[in-house]
């Protein structure tokens, strides 16, 4: 039985090397760069989430403190502001135009 032994030329196998240790230098760097990019979300979601608790609490305070306000009108004290009650508004009402053109009123 033969055997062939395959002879790679020494500039293909430069060429070769040279290829690896650029696509390894590209992964390190791509690595290092993914990496950077996962702590500073993380980070930015923790100090986002920071402003989202303070926030939340400002809302809670003018909640109540409207609710607070809510309860406390009355009549008296919008006479005082000067609003007095509402007159009930009336309303023309007059038949629709197309019901001569329709069958039996349906319009």
Known sequence: MKSAILK??????????????????????????????AVFNTVARSDIEKEMRILNGKVSTLEAEYIAIENSVNLETAAVYGLK?????????????????SFKNEL
Request: with cysteine; proline share 4%.
């Open 8 to 37: 790679i030329p020494s500039t293909t196998r430069i060429y070769f090397v040279w290829v690896s240790l650029g696509l390894f230098c590209l992964s390190c760097v791509l690595y290092v760069f993914f990496i950077q990019k």
């Open 85 to 101: 009650e509402a007159v009930p508004t009336q309303y023309i009402s007059r038949r629709a135009l197309g019901t001569a053109l």
